[in-house]
């Protein structure tokens, strides 16, 4: 029961008084509570650890605020999580903040924040500091969330691109173009039955799964794609990376909208999936361990690293020929997370 | 020189691919550079430390985003740094979200940038990882920035509300009310000659000049002003705050102007002062060491806590007269911060 707040928020309750403390006390912390946060501190105090942090940010300003498969809470909870876990960490840590417009409905607010505290839930994640404002009606799209992430990094670990090594396998986990097709379908109500589900998840316990195995790289494919991801990596790491067409995981359905609109998967947003460069010996291995996982059952290898075309992706077609998956400068979707 | 960024911002920059990378590299990177950041990574690698660590995140939505005084990009750093300083942390990293409006002017952008590198320059701060998106025409107002931080707080350190004993002194730094007024001044575009300067500014340094004295709390009183940020500290401590109105830090033209549109300057947000509960016999030596430094010439002490009026703060007026400072529920100015 949230007795004292009123359907709509308004611009008292982000200005810092008697109505910000208590949609503070009797929203967000009737969710987010735990002994850190509870604290209500100008800064959370957090354990030190004598390793190292990954340390990550994010503002989420999708549109729609809810698509099948999550929202901008979930989302924007999933979203710093997968950038702490590629790195190899332990995610531990989130500060949220919000940025709400005066008049948005109290109730899916409340939604978006059970959602966030759900999620962080299941990931073992705390919320340990936050901050909310409110503007004025027509100064921000509905709602925004920052989420900031820290996460514990064994000393050892290492999974930036200078470990990438030609010979290296790249394993996708799972199907590439999700997300960004399912929030095209919300937002232009398109009439796809049963709905396209976006892949928004956390990845940290699947990729957590390989540590034992030599990996060399993790990344996540989010805005641009996998063919933008790719071409930073292979940028990052001045190697030329061969991707097979035919061993991408997909999804007919996928694959059939996306032409039908005229765009291309590899291009279109993931938020459920990963991309793992390993050694070559432990590939195969790295398979049989993410295809147990309920997120890494489409898990496959889908190329190589090479020393030739030093920073460009090359694709190798279906039909046999090959071409460049170009860094492209053209429209990709705007506000896709 | 800024050669492939048009004059102005453009969804394509927010979307993922060539825009953005040419964006971070050509704008954010040219101001921001450091070697955790130059690596690019999903999530920043910074060390650990074995004691604890401060960590504090604010969204910032101040208008108008140039104010006499600072911008919001100072004003996202300072208040941050300020939100780890009072709980006693140094300030280490910072991440760095921005929300900018298609069409914002990239020369603006130029300025909050680099006035942002210069704060964290100045106050021997790392912008660790950053993130930016942009949104439609229509959908925020210009420009919205998050910060999240990061300090190193000494085991032994602990400047939480339940260290307040009855018998404490309370200093404040500096004026009250004077960041509140100048925005309010600048916003509503009142003629005021010389303009009035907002005390944005960063008070870690000031702040870690008494490490040696028997702190027991600390609060930087931002939105909602002083009065606000008093009560919370009387309600988390669960003690009675006497405020002595003589003793307060005055400047006759803030006490005039505010007077003159019905305002209170103890309800005026503050971005550059602090308050401090200490014990009775180090308050007049913290004073000593305060007024030394440029931020704490004015650096008063303003009051004492008791048992009585538990969670209350009360205000021995200049008439000799006593009230309480309430907890407002009013019309607290919104978009300060």
């Known amino acids: 029961m949230i007795k004292m707040i009123t359907n709509k928020i308004r611009l008292a309750q982000g200005a810092g008084g008697l109505h910000t403390y208590k949609l503070i006390n009797e929203l967000f912390l009737k969710y987010f509570t735990n002994s ?25 300003v999708v549109q729609p605020l809810f698509f099948p498969g999550g929202n901008i809470g ?3 909870v999933c979203g710093t999580i997968n950038d702490l876990a590629v790195s190899g960490a332990k995610p531990l840590y989130l500060s949220c903040s919000f940025i709400i417009e005066e008049g948005f409905v109290v109730e899916n607010l409340e939604i ?98 390989l540590n034992h195995l030599d990996i060399h790289c993790m990344r996540d494919p989010t805005r641009g794609g996998l063919a933008i991801t790719l071409n930073e990596l292979a940028l990052q790491s001045n190697l030329g990376f061969l991707i097979e067409e035919t061993a991408l995981p997909k999804d007919v359905r996928i694959n ?12 279109l947003a993931n938020e459920g999936i990963a991309i793992i460069i390993i050694s070559s010996q432990d590939a195969s291995s790295a398979i049989n361990v993410l295809q147990q996982h309920p997120l ?20 190798s077609t279906n039909l046999g020929t090959k071409r460049f998956l170009k860094m ?10």
Chains 1, 2 share one sequence.
């Open 296 to 315: 890494g059952q489409k898990a496959a290898i889908i190329g190589e690293i090479f020393e030739e075309n030093p920073g460009q992706v090359l694709l």
């Open 112 to 209: 978006i924040v059970a959602s966030m505290a759900e999620t962080t839930k299941n990931a073992g994640v705390l919320i340990a500091t936050g901050d909310t404002k409110v503007v004025e009606k027509g100064s921000c799209d509905g709602i925004f969330i920052n989420t900031t992430g820290l996460g514990f990094l064994p000393a050892e670990k290492d999974y930036t691109p200078k470990h990438i090594t030609s010979g290296d396998k790249i394993i996708l986990t799972g199907i590439p173009g999700r997300h960004g097709l399912a929030i095209l379908a919300a937002r232009n109500k398109l009439e796809v039955s049963p709905p396209l589900v976006s892949d928004c998840a956390c990845l940290h316990e699947l990729l957590a799964s």
């Open 74 to 76: 979930k989302l924007s």
């Open 36 to 60: 850190i946060l509870d604290q209500q501190l100008d800064a959370a105090i957090i354990p030190g650890f004598p390793g190292k942090w990954a340390f990550t940010t994010d503002s989420f």
């Open 256 to 267: 059939s909208l996306a032409e039908l609109l005229g765009l291309d998967p590899l291009y």
């Open 328 to 337: 492209t400068a053209g429209n990709l979707l705007p506000r896709i997370c």
